[in-house]
């Protein structure tokens, strides 16, 4: 006796739910699963030692943590895998591309990612130890090959003074050639192997829209200091990291304890002088910090109104556009009081 047709319609639907799945599970999409990543407490320590280590100087112990944030990223997705993720809420898919961008190997955009998360320690550093009174000055990275400063300027030279002005950062250079146009030659005094030399550089066209003159030049600030701070944390790329590591740093380096004995979690990417810019994923981060345990977190002030609109009831969401301001508002709530909150802004 044969099948019914209710009997023939079951198979038919098994058959192609079947179908579904197995080509769901084998076809891949162009996105990537973007979802909460772990959290790094950069006052504690991993299999490889203490997130922050210093040396030569006295550091601090201190309790609380003060937790970086990182968003997952999940790449080679399959169909039915994205289905799953996007059903759950918890991740959102976005596309591929935006991520590995077209004619970029993967291997170029992780080199690409660790190179600018070894720029936010270097810059981390630099602003914690700014912030705490310490002289800086500014080095030539690199000097563009047959660009206006390449006759004059060599890679790890210091310079100490432009057209007459002392600058002991990059924003001083910046400053001092601000207002000059191409075609403008400047006086510039640096510091190769001990000795200070003085000599012109013709200022050049930059060719990207700027009325400024060009001096074919990448400039990085360093602290003069005569101890090391060594950042050690595997496996995180992008520059994102860079508050809470000077954050830890200026609480190592104090007596007392900036969190208060409390959990904090932040993120945001820092510049040499102090000043925090937005980052990206900064829902999933909040996600990833109140599971943690967090309950204050520091919020750069242009990710205000999402972190608002998105983050856990409850969390604390502290805005801060500088490591000052980041600063100031650990010691209020350490002391009792309220610090400025993205909803107050």
Not at 90 to 118: I, K, S
Not at 200 to 217: F, S, V
Not at 244 to 270: Q, Y
Request: hydrophobic share 40%; aromatic share 4%.
């Amino acid at each position: 006796m044969g099948l019914s047709r209710r009997g023939w319609t079951i198979v038919l639907s098994v058959v192609v739910a079947a179908v579904f799945v197995a080509v769901g599970m084998l076809v891949r999409v162009p996105y990537v699963a973007l979802g909460p990543g772990p959290t790094y407490d950069t006052l504690g320590t991993t299999a490889s030692g203490p997130v922050i280590k210093i040396d030569g100087t006295k550091a601090y112990e201190t309790s609380g943590e003060l937790r970086l944030t990182t968003v997952s990223l999940s790449d080679d997705v399959r169909l039915i895998d994205g289905l799953g993720m996007w059903i759950s809420g918890r991740y959102a898919l976005a596309p591929r591309e935006l991520y590995f961008p077209p004619g970029e190997t993967e291997q170029e955009v992780e080199e690409q990612n660790a190179q600018q998360f070894q720029n936010s320690q270097s810059a981390a550093e630099v602003a914690a130890l700014r912030h705490l009174d310490y002289p800086t000055k500014a080095i030539a990275k690199e000097v563009v090959a047959d660009g206006p400063s390449s006759q004059v300027l060599k890679a790890g030279d210091v310079l100490v003074a432009v057209d007459g002005t002392e600058v002991s950062s990059t924003e001083d250079v910046h400053q001092v050639i601000e207002d000059t146009r191409p075609g403008d030659t400047i006086t510039v005094s640096y510091r190769r192997d001990g000795a200070v030399t003085r000599d012109k550089i013709t200022l050049g066209d930059a060719q990207d829209g700027r009325e400024q003159g060009y001096m074919g030049l990448l400039l990085t600030d360093e602290a003069k200091v005569d101890f090391d701070i060594d950042i050690k944390l595997a496996d995180i790329g992008g520059p994102s990291a860079g508050l809470m590591f000077a954050v830890a740093i200026v609480d190592r380096l104090t007596p007392g304890e900036l969190t208060g004995g409390e959990h904090i979690a932040g993120t945001g990417e820092i510049a040499s002088d102090g000043k925090v810019g937005p980052i990206g994923g900064i829902s999933f981060k909040l996600v990833a910090a109140n599971e943690d345990g967090a309950d204050t977190f520091l919020v750069p002030k242009d990710n205000c109104a999402e972190a608002v609109r998105t983050g856990p009831d409850g969390m604390r969401l502290v805005r801060v556009n500088t490591l000052d301001d980041a600063v100031n508002a650990l010691e209020t709530i350490s002391d009792g009081g309220e610090p400025q909150t993205c909803a107050a802004s």
